[in-house]
């Protein structure tokens, strides 16, 4: 089958995020106005700052935002009163509804317990030598060491997709089918668009690639059923795993690893990105995790905590209820501000400030609660590899001062779209 998705990677992923506004607003200060102001706003302020929803076009839903730690994290917890199930009507659509972050109830308990198990550190440390650290290390950034010279993005927009191309089980003897998963992972998150033009257009590829990611996915499950199932990837352990007498069909597989390429890629992409920019401008800190390598995942979380990629999180109220003395009646969408919440100063103290040493309080930038992101230790296990071996093999990283300095921008899906560095 012809790539559905025209374009090199690089221009789909500019595509993402380009209509998402906040580069040219200072969020963080913004949020802060909000915390203090207007914690419960009875208004979609995503919606003001130009990102689309992944909830369908309703714009008759009423729609709040909470900016306080606290309000987020009791709304995230509570997956009974505040729902998931409207963005199978959006994002879902590209999945068939079938889509886990879009499920409810026990539904969704019984589909996160059966693949639960595949996601747990102790199934992601058998991966990392082999199927993470190897692939980062060898196949991308050693060719990269005599240039001296490189923009990190470019290595991470690759390293992820390929990293959960080869957990998944995907045939190895075809490297070249990368870069089209890729792009079909980005199409589809590309899909929901706030102009009506752009959208119908973005719409139609998201549902093409989605639909040729899960071709490809199905004769892989279907190969690896025929032959026994025995292998260590991620197929091979979806088709054994089961809970309380259940397990998956091919079509459930299929349907759960097409997911996973948009869910896993982008996301560590940016998080990467972010991660690098923040010790990059801390040549400080970064000498510190340099002589320090215990201090590597401790980077990771704060630089999660201090700019989430997900920068924010909708759910449906399934009852009246009131938050802070906001009446929020049923069927009401409920917008979490990830990226405020995790400053909020009631919580963390100096929370403008990244600081790795801060004491460790749950933050929201994997999620939390029933939905919080699956895949979490897959993501850092890889942003730990990538950042190790970048200390190993590039002495005396550092900014090309000769370059734009890299920016963290976006009102969603936030991150830096290039990071110039030069080593040794
Ligand atoms: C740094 C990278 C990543 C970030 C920042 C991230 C973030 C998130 C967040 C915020 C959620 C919660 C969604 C919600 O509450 O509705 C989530 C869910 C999810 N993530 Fe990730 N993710 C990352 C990497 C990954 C990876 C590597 C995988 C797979 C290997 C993955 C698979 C998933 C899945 C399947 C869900 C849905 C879980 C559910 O609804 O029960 N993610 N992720």
């Not at 650290?133 to 470019?154: C, F, G, H, N, T």
């Not at 309380?244 to 459930?252: A, I, K």
């Not at 905590?305 to 969408?333: C, H, L, N, S, W």
Request: aromatic share 8%.
């Amino acid at each position: 089958m012809s790539a559905p998705v025209e374009g090199n990677l690089e221009q789909v992923f500019a595509n993402v995020a380009s209509n998402y506004r906040g580069s040219d607003v200072d969020l963080h200060a913004v949020y802060r106005e909000m915390r203090e102001k207007s914690p419960v706003l009875a208004d979609n302020f995503m919606a003001r700052l130009g990102v689309p929803s992944i909830a369908g076009l309703d714009p008759d839903r009423p729609t709040f935002t909470l900016f306080k730690y606290d309000d987020v994290m009791a709304v995230m917890r509570d997956a009974t009163n505040f729902t998931s199930g409207f963005i199978a009507e959006g994002l879902g659509s590209f999945f068939d509804g079938l889509i886990l972050t879009a499920m409810d109830g026990e539904a969704h308990k019984s589909m996160r317990n059966l693949l639960q198990p595949v996601f747990m550190p102790e199934t992601v440390n058998r991966w990392k030598e082999a199927k993470i650290d190897r692939v980062i290390r060898e196949e991308y950034l050693q060719p990269m060491v005599p240039s001296k010279a490189a923009d990190l993005m470019d290595f991470a927009l690759y390293f992820p997709i390929r990293v959960i191309y080869s957990l998944i089980g995907f045939p190895e003897d075809r490297p070249e089918e990368i870069a089209k998963y890729a792009a079909w992972a980005l199409a589809i998150l590309a899909g929901p668009q706030v102009d009506p033009e752009k959208a119908a257009a973005a719409r139609g590829a998201a549902m093409e690639a989605a639909q040729a990611l899960y071709d490809v996915v199905k004769v892989v499950v279907s190969e690896r059923r025929a032959q026994g199932a025995e292998g260590d990837d991620l197929i091979c352990r979806l088709i054994r795993a089961e809970y309380e007498g259940r397990s998956l069909d091919n079509h459930e597989i299929a349907t759960f690893v097409r997911s996973l390429l948009p869910a896993a890629s982008e996301t560590t992409t940016r998080t990467f990105g972010t991660l690098m920019t923040l010790l990059l401008q801390n040549q400080a800190v970064l000498e510190r995790v340099r002589n320090d390598r215990s201090l590597v995942s401790k980077a990771i979380d704060e630089a999660v905590r201090y700019e989430p990629v997900a920068t924010f999180k909708v759910r449906q109220a399934a009852k009246d209820t009131v938050i802070r003395g906001v009446a929020i009646p049923k069927g009401a969408m409920v917008s979490c501000i990830v990226t405020s919440a995790n400053r909020d100063e009631d919580v963390f103290e100096k929370a403008d400030v990244f600081d790795i040493d801060r004491r460790v309080r749950p933050s929201f930038g994997f999620g939390f609660g029933p939905h919080m992101c699956i895949g979490q230790f897959v993501a850092k296990t890889e942003i730990q590899c990538a950042l190790n071996a970048i200390l190993d093999l590039m002495p005396n990283i550092r900014l090309d001062p000769s370059k734009p300095a890299p920016e963290i921008i976006g009102a969603q899906l936030r991150g830096p779209h290039h990071v110039h560095v030069l080593w040794d």
